[in-house]
T-cell receptor, first 112, second 119 residues
Framework: GEDVEQSLFLSVREGDSSVINCTYT??????LYWYKQEPGAGLQLLTY?????DMKQDQRLTVLLNKKDKHLSLRIADTQTGDSAIYFC????????????FGQGTELSVKP | GAVVSQHPSWVICKSGTSVKIECRSL??????MFWYRQFPKQSLMLMAT?????????EQGVEKDKFLINHASLTLSTLTVTSAHPEDSSFYIC???????????????FGPGTRLTVL
């Protein structure tokens, strides 16, 4: 079946890099996403990567995809207090009409 | 671009009443909209998928007669929680995608969510 796993918590100091990890089980994933959710708000799309790519960089964000190990990571460089939020990874499955499978979310806490 | 709005942002109602939540795509046409439910400190649970002009597809365990979904236009979907009870209290989030985009991803754009409290 389809399953996406994330660690629940990550705490870093301001200015450090944060690395949030995600594993998935379905090898027919087409796209993998990272979303950010601040308290009481909806989800904000941060970035996505196509399943045939290994890496994607967008300003402070770097996404790494290891398709063999079905492992996805999001690295946030120079983490700021404003980056404190819950981060969800999600995969879209081929021929599922755009349905996304979400991980449990990783709560990132950035300490000054 | 790709802005999705929800209305209301929060609602408090009495047990037994019905509540309608609207989801609008403001600057794109949404061929598909999704409705999620989120409990505190938990992930999103997909309730149903609605395609414009057709009946919604509900996930297993979601009562279609209790959670009525209408997707009458390419920019609006509504979720009506009928005969609401306290256990229906939750954060409801919608998302939208334009499935016609050439070479497009399955990217979903999310609304800000609606906090429902049933007394």
């Amino acid at each position: 079946g389809e399953d996406v796993e994330q660690s629940l918590f990550l705490s870093v100091r301001e200015g450090d890099s944060s690395v949030i990890n995600c594993t998935y089980t379905d090898s027919s994933s087409t796209y993998l996403y990272w979303y950010k959710q601040e308290p009481g708000a909806g989800l904000q799309l941060l970035t996505y990567i196509f399943s045939n790519m290994d890496m994607k960089q967008d300003q402070r964000l770097t996404v790494l995809l290891n398709k063999k190990d079905k492992h996805l990571s999001l690295r946030i460089a120079d983490t700021q207090t404003g980056d404190s939020a819950i981060y969800f990874c999600a995969e879209s499955i081929n021929n599922q009409g755009g349905k996304l499978i979400f991980g449990q979310g990783t709560e990132l806490s950035v300490k000054p | 671009g790709a802005v999705v709005s929800q209305h209301p942002s929060w609602v408090i109602c009495k047990s037994g009443t019905s509540v309608k939540i609207e989801c609008r795509s403001l600057d794109f046409q949404a061929t598909t909209m999704f409705w999620y439910r989120q409990f505190p400190k938990q992930s999103l649970m997909l309730m149903a998928t609605s395609n414009e002009g057709s009946k919604a597809t509900y996930e297993q365990g979601v009562e279609k007669d209790k959670f009525l979904i209408n997707h009458a236009s390419l920019t609006l979907s509504t979720l009506t929680v009928t005969s609401a009870h306290p256990e229906d209290s939750s954060f409801y989030i919608c998302s939208a995608r334009d499935g016609r985009l050439a070479g497009g991803t399955d990217t979903q754009y999310f609304g800000p969510g609606t906090r429902l409290t049933v007394l």
